[in-house]
């Protein structure tokens, strides 16, 4: 017996179904923003930027969850949709924004601020502790070993912590969330260390309420990347000069440039106005050093060497407001003969980074919102030496 495979017929209305389908499944594709990185006012957050191609080999993971982030926001039509969906809530009288990478608020007079995955930075704002008393101790127990282990070697540790643009502009925050009571999170765990260690710890933001006086030290609406989270680069220099004052006490030769030993314009960059660039009015003594300067080291990082080789070494394990060269790093090599720079999450290897790169100095730095995994992290050090 044969059997006869009896495909279906396709008629004319059939065929003219499916590619209608298709067109419309694949329409919204042939308008979908390239970049990403928006500010969507409906929804009162920034969309998800295209992560770089590169992260699909070095991170495959992280780039096939931001790709979607990515997707999801930027997709064609999707306003439209929004602002249908923000009709009917409002319908409802309950508007609530969750979705997306990050969620980005609009304050008074247009100023933007970041508030992280969820937006758990608000509650930052409002003053609820966002790293644990347990936590505070840890990371106490930690610096203490590690300035234990340093003061063997009569190595000087300076500990700085840097602030969130709330803390430095909270009169531009929206007005319907309101500010905690004095004193702010930052402050409390700066001074539970201080209390609780002998370490060289401070923050920055008395400095940065100084100096804002007279100079913008964060932009209102982020620079041409669309960096929201960090101070300008005017900030950046003021905050370098607040960590030279501490280096100064253990290195009295170290003196900051002063703000006439810069030029400060201000440019458009793309739709982000009047953001400042800051330059040295002298010629830079140092240049980068190649990879091949941490071929035996524990750890790759970065690492600028000056013309003066007989300048002090120093060991920073840091984050972006360090590590962005339009930012501190761009003056602390002028300063040393060896700058060497790693993020902090490799600081589990800092025992050997010292041993192996024997600076005269060491510094820590972290951002504010990152004060939690920064405890964590110097915690493990407790039990390592």
Not at 35 to 46: A, T
Not at 262 to 285: A, C, F, H, Q, W
Request: aromatic share 14%; proline share 5%; hydrophobic share 40%.
């Amino acid at each position: 017996m044969r059997f006869q495979v009896k495909w279906p017929r396709y008629t004319v209305t059939n065929i003219a179904f499916m590619l209608l389908f298709m067109f419309i499944l694949l329409l919204p594709l042939a308008f979908i923003n390239l970049h990403g990185g928006d500010v969507s006012e409906n929804e009162n957050r920034m969309l998800a930027v295209r992560p770089p191609l590169s992260y699909l080999f070095e991170h495959p993971r992280d780039f096939i969850a931001q790709f979607d982030g990515y997707i999801n926001d930027n997709i064609g039509f999707r306003d439209s949709f929004v602002e249908l969906y923000s009709l009917l809530k409002k319908l409802e009288n309950n508007v609530q924004y969750t979705d997306g990478q990050y969620l980005m608020l609009i304050g008074e007079q247009g100023h933007h601020y970041f508030a992280d995955t969820n937006g758990w930075m608000i509650s930052k704002f409002q003053g609820r502790p966002f790293v644990s008393e347990q936590q505070m101790q840890i990371m106490a127990n930690g610096l203490n070993a590690v300035k234990y282990y340093l003061d063997e070697q009569s190595i000087p540790l300076v500990v700085m912590f840097m602030v969130d643009k709330e803390t430095i502009y909270p009169e531009f925050y929206p007005k319907s969330i309101m500010r905690g009571f004095e004193p702010i999170p930052l402050d409390i765990i700066t001074d539970y260390v201080k209390n609780n260690t002998d370490v060289d710890v401070f923050n920055i933001k008395d400095n940065l309420l100084s100096a804002k006086n007279e100079y913008p030290v964060f932009d209102k609406v982020g620079d041409a990347a669309g960096i929201l989270s960090h101070y300008n680069e005017i900030g950046a220099f003021f905050s370098y000069q607040n960590l030279i004052e501490h280096i100064n006490v253990y290195m009295p030769e170290i003196q900051a440039f002063s703000i006439d030993d810069v030029e400060i314009t201000y440019t458009d960059r793309g739709s982000y106005p009047n953001i400042p660039d800051v330059r040295l009015t002298k010629d830079l003594t140092y240049g980068q050093l190649g990879r091949e300067f941490f071929d035996k080291s524990p750890s790759a990082g970065v690492a600028y060497q000056n013309v003066d080789t007989q300048l002090p070494t120093i060991l920073i394990m840091r984050d972006s407001y360090m590590g962005n060269a339009n930012y501190m790093s761009r003056y602390i090599p002028e300063h040393f003969g060896t700058t060497i720079l790693f993020h902090w999450r490799e600081m589990p290897n800092l025992y050997a980074l010292v041993e192996h790169f024997k600076p005269d100095i060491v510094v820590f730095e972290s951002a504010e919102r990152e004060l939690s995994g920064f405890a964590d992290i110097v915690a493990s050090l407790q039990n390592q030496n």
